[in-house]
C-alpha cells in the first residue's frame, strides 16, 4: 500500500513538474521529497552507554546519509512501549524500526537465540563472518518474515565476562545453590548445573546484590558493569563469559515499510546498520580496556578465571541445551545445522590464525 502511495505520489508530482506553472511546481516537488519519518523503540534505556548510544547513532547516522529525507526518532526502554514489547511493536507498525537483542524474542521464535548469542559459540568477528558470509542473516531474515520484519545486525559488546560473584567458584560443586542473574541459554545451563538464574533488568542489579537478593550477576564488561557500580558489591569478578562470547545487537525493520523505501533509502538503511555494527564493537573494546584498567588499579578487583574444570562442565551442559532446541523446534534445526558447520570450520581456522597469533602475542621475548 505504502510503496504504491509513494509511486502514485511521485507520479503526480512529475506531471505537476511538467504542466503546471512554476510556482505549483515548486510546491509539488517540495511536496515530493518531504522526508520520512520514522520511529525507532529500543529495549536500552536512552543513551544507556554503548548500546542506547548506538541505537541513537544508528538514527543519527541514517538522517545524516540520507540528506534528512530519512528521519529517524528514538525512544528508549518504557518511552513509547516497554522494553520487551519492542518486537511486536515494529512487528505491527507502531514504529519502523527497533534496537534491541534477538535473545529476548525467544518466545516468538525460539531460533532467534541463535541471532545474538549461543554459549560457546561464535565471537563478534565469527559471528559477523557467519551472519554476513556464511548464510546466517538469510536465515535470520526467513525466520522473522512472518511477522512482516527485515533484522540486520546492529552492534557488537564482544565477549562480555563471567559476572561479579560474592562466593568464590573453585568446582562444579559451588555452582549448587548459586542465586544468579543470569538471563537466556546460559542460565538454563547454570540451572541445570544446580544454580538458580533469575533474571533482573539491569538498573536493579546493584541493589539486589548489595541486599544479597542475589549471590552473582553477570551484566556485560567492564564499560557496562563499572558504570553501575557492581564492583562496590561483589568480591570477585569471574571470566570469560561463556554463555555471551560476542554477542550481536539487531535492528530490525517493520518489512512493510523498508520495502516501501525508494532503493537508495533501503541500501542507507542496511549500510548504517552495518556501520553501527562495526562502530559499537570498537566503542566497546576502546572502552572495556579503559574500564578494565580503572577496575583493577582504582578499586583493586579481584578477576579470576573459571577453573578449567567448570568451564568444560558449563560447556557439556551448553552443548546438550542447545542440542534440545534444535531436536524440539524445526526451525532451529535448521539454524543449529548451519552454526555447527560454520562453526567447526572457523575454529579450524581461527586455531591456525587468531588462537595462535594471540598465544605468540603472550611469549615472553626471547
Ligand atoms: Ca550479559
Same mark, same amino acid.
Given at each position: 500500500?505504502?510503496?504504491?502511495?509513494?509511486?502514485?505520489?511521485?507520479?503526480?508530482?512529475?506531471?505537476?513538474?511538467?504542466?503546471?506553472?512554476?510556482?505549483?511546481?515548486?510546491?509539488?516537488?517540495?511536496?515530493?521529497?518531504?522526508?520520512?519519518?520514522?520511529?525507532?523503540?529500543?529495549?536500552?534505556?536512552?543513551?544507556?552507554? @554503548?548500546?542506547?548510544?548506538?541505537?541513537?547513532?544508528?538514527?543519527?547516522?541514517?538522517?545524516?546519509?540520507?540528506?534528512?529525507?530519512?528521519?529517524?526518532?528514538?525512544?528508549?526502554? @518504557?518511552?513509547?512501549?516497554?522494553?520487551?514489547?519492542?518486537?511486536?511493536?515494529?512487528?505491527?507498525?507502531?514504529?519502523?524500526?527497533?534496537?534491541?537483542?534477538?535473545?529476548?524474542?525467544? @518466545?516468538?521464535?525460539?531460533?532467534?537465540?541463535?541471532?545474538?548469542?549461543?554459549?560457546?559459540?561464535? *565471537?563478534?568477528?565469527?559471528? *559477523?563472518?557467519?551472519?554476513?558470509?556464511?548464510?546466517?542473516?538469510?536465515?535470520?531474515?526467513?525466520?522473522?518474515?512472518?511477522?512482516?520484519?527485515?533484522?540486520?545486525?546492529?552492534?557488537?559488546?564482544?565477549?562480555?565476562?563471567?559476572?561479579?560473584?560474592?562466593?568464590?567458584?573453585?568446582?562444579?560443586?559451588?555452582?549448587?545453590?548459586?542465586?544468579?542473574?543470569?538471563?537466556?541459554?546460559?542460565?538454563?545451563?547454570?540451572?541445570?548445573?544446580?544454580?538458580?538464574?533469575?533474571?533482573?533488568?539491569?538498573?536493579?542489579?546493584?541493589?539486589?546484590?548489595?541486599?544479597?537478593?542475589?549471590?552473582?550477576?553477570?551484566?556485560?564488561?567492564?564499560?557496562?558493569?563499572?558504570?553501575?557500580?557492581?564492583?562496590?558489591?561483589?568480591?570477585?569478578?569471574?571470566?570469560?563469559?561463556?554463555?555471551?562470547?560476542?554477542?550481536?545487537?539487531?535492528?530490525?525493520?517493520?518489512?512493510?515499510?523498508?520495502?516501501?523505501?525508494?532503493?537508495?533509502?533501503?541500501?542507507?538503511?542496511?549500510?548504517?546498520?552495518?556501520?553501527? /555494527?562495526?562502530?559499537?564493537?570498537?566503542?566497546?573494546?576502546?572502552?572495556?580496556?579503559?574500564?578494565?584498567?580503572?577496575?583493577?588499579?582504582?578499586?583493586?578487583?579481584?578477576?579470576?578465571?573459571?577453573?578449567?574444570?567448570?568451564?568444560?562442565?558449563?560447556?557439556?551442559?551448553?552443548?546438550?541445551?542447545?542440542?534440545?532446541?534444535?531436536?524440539?523446534?524445526?526451525?532451529?534445526?535448521?539454524?543449529?545445522?548451519?552454526?555447527?558447520?560454520?562453526?567447526?570450520?572457523?575454529?579450524?581456522?581461527? /586455531?591456525?590464525?587468531?588462537?595462535? &597469533? &594471540?598465544?605468540?602475542?603472550?611469549?615472553?621475548?626471547?
Amino acid at each position: 500500500m505504502k510503496r504504491r502511495d509513494v509511486l502514485v505520489g511521485a507520479a503526480v508530482g512529475a506531471s505537476a513538474v511538467a504542466c503546471s506553472k512554476p510556482q505549483e511546481a515548486a510546491v509539488a516537488t517540495a511536496a515530493a521529497v518531504d522526508p520520512i519519518k520514522w520511529k525507532m523503540v529500543t529495549t536500552w534505556p536512552q543513551n544507556f552507554p @554503548g548500546l542506547g548510544t548506538g541505537a541513537t547513532a544508528l538514527a543519527e547516522r541514517i538522517g545524516r546519509m540520507s540528506g534528512g529525507r530519512l528521519t529517524v526518532k528514538v525512544y528508549g526502554a @518504557g518511552e513509547l512501549v516497554p522494553a520487551l514489547e519492542v518486537f511486536d511493536a515494529v512487528s505491527t507498525g507502531t514504529a519502523q524500526m527497533g534496537h534491541g537483542g534477538a535473545y529476548y524474542w525467544k @518466545g516468538k521464535a525460539e531460533a532467534s537465540q541463535f541471532f545474538s548469542a549461543v554459549p560457546f559459540g561464535f *565471537n563478534a568477528q565469527e559471528m *559477523n563472518a557467519w551472519l554476513y558470509h556464511g548464510g546466517g542473516l538469510e536465515l535470520w531474515r526467513e525466520l522473522y518474515e512472518p511477522f512482516d520484519l527485515v533484522p540486520f545486525p546492529g552492534g557488537n559488546t564482544g565477549v562480555q565476562m563471567g559476572g561479579w560473584f560474592n562466593r568464590e567458584i573453585n568446582s562444579v560443586a559451588d555452582l549448587q545453590g548459586l542465586k544468579m542473574r543470569i538471563p537466556g541459554l546460559g542460565g538454563e545451563v547454570l540451572s541445570r548445573l544446580g544454580g538458580a538464574s533469575v533474571n533482573i533488568p539491569g538498573g536493579e542489579l546493584f541493589t539486589a546484590m548489595q541486599q544479597g537478593t542475589i549471590d552473582a550477576t553477570e551484566w556485560v564488561g567492564p564499560y557496562n558493569d563499572l558504570a553501575f557500580g557492581l564492583h562496590r558489591v561483589a568480591k570477585y569478578c569471574y571470566y570469560p563469559g561463556w554463555h555471551e562470547p560476542g554477542t550481536t545487537l539487531e535492528c530490525m525493520v517493520n518489512k512493510t515499510a523498508f520495502e516501501a523505501l525508494p532503493a537508495d533509502l533501503r541500501e542507507i538503511v542496511d549500510a548504517a546498520c552495518r556501520a553501527t /555494527n562495526e562502530d559499537m564493537l570498537a566503542e566497546f573494546t576502546a572502552q572495556n580496556q579503559i574500564a578494565l584498567t580503572t577496575l583493577i588499579e582504582q578499586h583493586d578487583v579481584d578477576f579470576r578465571p573459571f577453573p578449567d574444570d567448570v568451564l568444560r562442565a558449563l560447556k557439556a551442559t551448553s552443548t546438550v541445551v542447545v542440542e534440545e532446541i534444535a531436536e524440539r523446534d524445526p526451525f532451529s534445526r535448521r539454524v543449529y545445522a548451519s552454526f555447527s558447520v560454520f562453526r567447526d570450520r572457523v575454529m579450524a581456522w581461527h /586455531n591456525v590464525s587468531e588462537r595462535a &597469533y &594471540y598465544a605468540a602475542r603472550a611469549l615472553d621475548s626471547a
